[in-house]
């Protein structure tokens, strides 16, 4: 972008490359849309059924939202063709009536319509300012989380909730409304019933009735709030829950609640859905702000016949308007200017936190989140469970809360883990008690900083240190300014952190891929609300157009033919799963090191156990370190317990910044422990203690006392006393005590035994962490290496190759000639565990550079037969060697068609099938990284991916051709 099914029973899903990428902004468009709700979309459809280019931009990441997220609950009334498909879809999906909508499958329906349909949807995107010149829109502006863009079209519609554009072109003074939302909880019901009850006014809900749901085994829970705000319906909902309880069956089970309210009313403006904009005449508009108002029933209806109505008199007027000019640049609009003590970017698992533990403190917060909830991935992103992680501190009292409200939601034995809504309850409640002031719906676009004199940050380039100023968003009501005097970035992604100037890394080193995503859902089996959570793929969530494909194709997964009542999903989570971004250069970086080493630190602002939770399989691709730790050691599931100093939340450079989300001062190898919910609540509290610290001291963030904020994390519950042992290390001891104790050092014999036996992997780990210069280290090694046990001679060799000491090769190279089957031998639960060991020997051979084991590297290459990762662990090697003489068989390779080129991912729970991607473009990238290292570089390899429609494809393909033209410019230059 230019700078400005997966149940028991469904099949596997492969998604193969189809489409190429595009960049939006660098196209002219018919008509661009502004707003993807239904009338957008109708309108959307309307057009490109006449052949028309038609691009929508929506901040949400659904289209539709009244009825995937505000769950309008008919569909009766209405008019245009997205209403009779529609329709027609959701009858053959299985619905009961058409007319009465399911949420969820109305998603999963719709991305088919789209696909029919064929006009261009982008998500994420928040459409700011409309440019016009002598009464003609040229261009929209819309910022999102990569920067601002303008996008180009002959004719605009404006389908945002509340005519925003309309009025920005001075339509005249609007109609005055009292704004009123309708609010909905769903409940699974262990029985068919048709539960209905009129439950009048309870609080600030009105107009509160239990209805049939969609389902003979579903009802609705709706109520109205005098207000445009989520929170005052979230905060009303247990009230309402209560009396509800009275009229269902004791064993119903909340599925799901409106992640945003259905808007009943708006300011009626001048004008009509079938005319344009009085002052820009190719601008038209289509929603409840130009249409009569009509009952809740005929609300979705309305809005589909205004934009169907919209879509065909833009149309119809688009051939009167030439393409408009190129666009310079888009500046950043920013104001008004808003200040607060201390601005919280993110009310996810962390900001929420972060935010309630700050605000406590008297200090005026404020909290900017993109979605409509407060706690991400635990109440938004739909993993109502903690994996791993350590109890403590402030998130006691919102598990003891969450505990405390949960049975209104349902029988607490019949849900997974906690209820993701008791606990987005719970976690407004707490922020609307601390004082702290939530804007939900405000998306983090830009930041303003200023270098500070006199200060650089260490580095090669003596980089200038830089100070926050203020937060640049963009919402439905515009663009903004935040100052602060102290900012927390709980992004996830560290958005603030990157737009400030901080450094970071992304995805692995070897080719910049992150950590699988998710689209989780919900799922009642045996009586029981289930997660569905399976791994679908990889994209880059700081780009608004990668994570619009990723939704996308993740929801595809979801398809089938029909469903019935006992066999769907609840819900589609509104947010993906991200497990990686950015990880940003902090003051101190936790390394996967010290979590093996249970490293303790004298700035420990929080503690975890976990274990190392990489959802790869592809390990040839991680670091050596933790290709040692999984394919050689089997120690994916071996529990790590440490400390996490303070610096992980200092970013180098930058003051007035605290980072506090997975993003923080973490090694990738690191981040694949440290990034669990409970360690993100630990996070959230010290970020929140440690910003009012320095709002209280007058003092930036680096300069906190850390002994005061240790004291206040003590007091709290969320660290133990120095006198004290701390609860990881009582979890590791625990965990390891059925571990027999290994042989005393100094007996090598016995010791290199255990390199054959049950607890090999520790042996492993004890001789690689003994100094080499130690007697015993080179007598365990020698006896090791003259074992006559082949699975011997490969660990010992394993051991002197991470400490790239060249006597290892003969045994890696006999391990691999001999295709030594052996796996690890944890002590731990085997997951990841059944690598053949001459897999990882050959990966090894590549880390040592060892020209003489090309041969037999090069034999492997001949099996038909060879895995995936056997296959790209050889030809990774092979590149890290360099050997010229290699570069035959590897061109000889990349012409084959039959090459293993599917991978399979992981599937974590719900009992779902995996998804299966084309991995062809990991082979040809390799080959062709393989080949520039020897000095043979073959850019056709590379070249269909750079315009793959998947951004860390594209992104790995123009590395991997840097590097193809540097060698050329170096055989070049040689000769």
């Not at 601008?283 to 589909?304: T, Y």
């Not at 570069?887 to 599937?907: M, S, Y």
């Not at 390899?941 to 590395?959: G, H, M, N, Q």
């Amino acid at each position: 972008m230019a700078r400005l099914a997966v149940f028991e029973n469904a099949g596997q899903f492969c998604w193969r490359k189809t489409v190429k990428h595009r960049d939006y902004s660098e196209e002219v468009w018919d008509i661009v849309i502004l707003g993807g709700g239904l009338a957008g979309c109708a309108a959307a459809a309307e057009a490109a059924r006449e052949g028309l280019k038609v691009l929508i931009l929506e901040r949400r990441p659904v289209m539709c939202w009244e009825l995937c997220w505000a769950h309008a609950p008919r569909l009766d009334a209405g008019g245009g063709w997205l209403h009779q498909e529609l329709q027609r879809r959701l009858s053959k999906a299985g619905l009961p009536d058409a007319g009465r909508p399911d949420p969820a499958i109305s998603e999963i329906v719709l991305d088919e319509i789209w696909e029919d349909a064929a006009f261009h949807r982008l998500h994420h995107m928040q459409p700011i300012r409309l440019l016009t010149s002598g009464g003609i829109a040229t261009s929209v502006v819309a910022a999102g989380k990569n920067g601002q863009a303008a996008f180009r079209a002959r004719c605009f519609i404006d389908a945002s909730e509340k005519g925003f554009f309309w009025k920005q072109a001075g339509a005249g003074r609007p109609k005055a409304a009292r704004e009123k939302g309708r609010f909905s909880a769903f409940f699974w019901l262990p029985a068919p019933a048709r539960s209905e009850a009129k439950l009048g006014d309870i609080g600030a809900a009105h107009d509160a009735a239990v209805l049939p749901g969609p389902w003979e085994n579903s009802a609705e829970l709706a109520f109205m709030v005098r207000s445009a705000s989520i929170a005052d319906a979230r905060v009303a909902l247990p009230a309402v829950l209560r009396e509800a309880r009275k009229h269902i069956d004791p064993a119903a089970i909340v599925t799901h609640t409106a992640p945003e309210l259905l808007p009943l009313t708006a300011p009626r403006l001048p004008g009509n859905v079938s005319s344009p904009h009085p002052a820009v005449a190719n601008m038209f508009g289509a929603g409840l702000w130009l249409s009569d108002p009509v009952a809740v029933e005929e609300l979705a209806g309305s809005l589909l016949a205004s934009g169907a109505a919209a879509g065909r008199a833009a149309a119809a007027a688009v051939a009167a308007f030439p393409e408009p000019p190129p666009c310079a640049e888009a500046a950043q609009v920013a104001p008004p200017q808003y200040h607060c003590d201390i601005l919280v970017a993110g009310a996810g698992t962390a900001g929420a936190v972060a935010a309630i533990t700050a605000a406590r403190r008297n200090h005026k917060v404020t909290v900017l989140e993109a979605g409509t909830s407060a706690g991400g991935i635990a109440t938004t992103g739909g993993i109502h469970s903690y994996c791993v992680g350590l109890p403590g501190g402030i998130q006691d009292e919102i598990d003891r809360r969450v505990s405390e409200l949960a049975p209104l939601f349902g029988p607490p034995d019949k849900v997974a883990g906690f209820h993701p809504e008791a606990k987005k309850t719970v976690l407004e409640i707490m922020l609307r008690e601390a004082g702290a002031d939530v804007r939900y719906g405000v998306m983090l676009v830009g930041a303003i900083s200023r270098q500070v004199e006199g200060i650089t940050r260490a580095s090669a380039q003596e980089e200038p240190v830089r100070r926050i100023q203020a937060a640049i968003t963009a919402s439905a009501q515009g663009s903004a300014t935040w100052s602060a005097r102290v900012f927390v970035d709980c992004t996830g992604d560290a958005d603030l952190a990157a737009w400030t100037g901080a450094r970071y890394t992304f995805g692995r080193e070897a080719d910049g891929l992150p950590h699988a995503y998710s689209l989780s859902s919900g799922r009642i089996r045996d009586g029981k609300m289930i997660i569905v959570n399976f791994d679908a793929g990889y994209t880059d969530p700081t780009d608004a157009a990668d994570v619009t494909r990723a939704r996308y194709e993740a929801l595809k997964l979801y398809r089938r033919p029909s469903y019935t009542a006992d066999d769907r999903p609840t819900y589609i989570a509104p947010l993906i799963g991200i497990r990686s971004s950015r990880q940003v250069v902090c003051d101190a970086m936790l390394t996967l090191s010290d979590q093996v080493g249970a490293r303790r630190f004298p700035d420990a602002i929080a503690e975890t156990w976990g274990f190392h939770d990489n959802h790869g399989y592809d390990y040839e691709f991680e670091s050596d370190q933790s290709l040692f730790y999984v394919w050689v050691l089997g120690y994916w599931g071996r529990p790590l317990g440490y400390e996490i100093p303070y610096g992980t939340l200092l970013p180098k450079g930058v003051e007035g910044l605290l980072v506090a989300c997975r993003a923080c001062g973490l090694t990738h190898d690191a981040h694949m422990s440290f990034r669990m919910q409970n360690d993100m609540q630990r996070l959230g509290e010290a970020a929140g203690l440690a910003a009012a610290l320095s709002v209280e001291t007058g003092r930036d963030p680096r300069q906190v006392d850390v002994s005061r904020l240790r004291e206040l994390l003590m007091a709290s519950g969320a660290l133990r006393p120095p006198t004290e042992k701390p609860r990881f290390m009582e979890k590791l001891e625990q965990a390891m005590s059925s571990w027999k104790a290994l042989p005393d050092p100094d007996s090598p014999s016995r010791v290199a035994a255990e390199l054959e036996g049950p607890r090999a992997s520790s042996t492993i780990l004890l001789l690689a962490s003994a100094q080499p210069e130690s007697p015993s280290y080179s007598a365990l090694l020698e006896a090791a290496r003259a074992s006559d046990k082949p699975v011997a001679r490969f660990r010992a060799a394993a051991i002197l190759a991470m400490r790239r000491d060249p006597r290892a090769v003969p045994a890696l190279i006999e391990t691999v000639r001999a295709r030594l089957s052996s796996t690890p031998s944890p002590e731990c639960n085997r997951v990841r565990a059944d690598v053949p060991a001459w897999i990882p020997a050959a990966a090894l051979l590549g880390r040592l550079k060892a020209r003489e084991s090309v041969p037999e590297l090069l034999s492997v290459l001949e099996d038909r037969d060879l895995s995936l990762d056997g296959l790209l662990a050889v030809v990774r090697a092979l590149g890290r060697i360099g050997d010229p003489q290699a570069a035959p068989a590897l061109e000889r390779l990349a012409a084959r068609k039959d090459i293993p080129a599917t991978r399979k991912l992981q599937v974590s729970m719900g009992n779902a099938q995996p998804a299966v991607l084309d991995a062809r473009w990991q082979v040809d990238l390799a080959i062709a990284e393989a080949l520039a290292a020897m000095g043979a570089p073959r850019e056709a390899l590379i070249k269909p991916y750079l315009e793959d429609s998947r951004l860390p494809v594209r992104r790995r393909a123009r590395a991997v051709l840097d590097l193809s033209r540097q060698a050329a410019s170096d055989t070049f230059a040689a000769n």
